[in-house]
C-alpha cells in the first residue's frame, strides 16, 4: 500500500492556479511534518513549502506569497495551493512525511531533513505539473 499519493497536477497558463492534493493512508499524520518538494529533470529536488506538526508554515522564496499549503488532519490530506503561476512552477510535485515529528524551520532544514529520513519519511510518486506561456 503507497502511504502518500498525489493528485491534482496539470496543464495550467501562466497565472493560473493549482491545488495538489495528497492522500495519506495508514497511520495519522496529524503530527508529523509534511511537505512538498518539486523537480525538473536534470535538476535536484527543492523543497516548496512544509508545514510543521505544530501547523506552522515555510515556504521557498520562489513561492513565498503565492501558495499556502494545509493539512485536513480528519481526512489525512495535505493541500498545496499554488497561485499566479509561471512556468519555472513547471515541474514533478511531491508529497513527504516525516514520522521522527522534527520540526522544521526553514526550507533547508527540511530538505536535510527528509534526505537523512531513512525509513521515517514517506514520499509520494509525484504528480506532473506544467505552467504554459
Known amino acids: 500500500q503507497v502511504p502518500l499519493v498525489e493528485s491534482g497536477g496539470g496543464l495550467v497558463q501562466a497565472g493560473g492556479s493549482l491545488r495538489l492534493s495528497c492522500a495519506a493512508s495508514g497511520p495519522t499524520y496529524s503530527t508529523y511534518s509534511m511537505a512538498w518538494f518539486r523537480q525538473v529533470p536534470g535538476k535536484e529536488r527543492e523543497g516548496v513549502a512544509g508545514i510543521n506538526g505544530d501547523g506552522s508554515t515555510i515556504f521557498a522564496e520562489s513561492v513565498e506569497g503565492r501558495c499556502t499549503i494545509s493539512k485536513d488532519n480528519a481526512k489525512n490530506i495535505l493541500y498545496l495551493q499554488m497561485n499566479s503561476m509561471t512556468p519555472q512552477d513547471t515541474a514533478m510535485y511531491y508529497c513527504?512525511?516525516?514520522?521522527?515529528?522534527?520540526?522544521?524551520?526553514?526550507?533547508?532544514?527540511?530538505?536535510?531533513?527528509?534526505?537523512?529520513?531513512?525509513?521515517?519519511?514517506?514520499w509520494g510518486q509525484g504528480t506532473q505539473v506544467t505552467v504554459s506561456i
Open positions: 513527504a512525511a516525516d514520522r521522527r515529528r522534527i520540526y522544521w524551520a526553514d526550507i533547508a532544514t527540511m530538505l536535510s531533513s527528509m534526505k537523512n529520513a531513512k525509513n521515517f519519511g514517506f
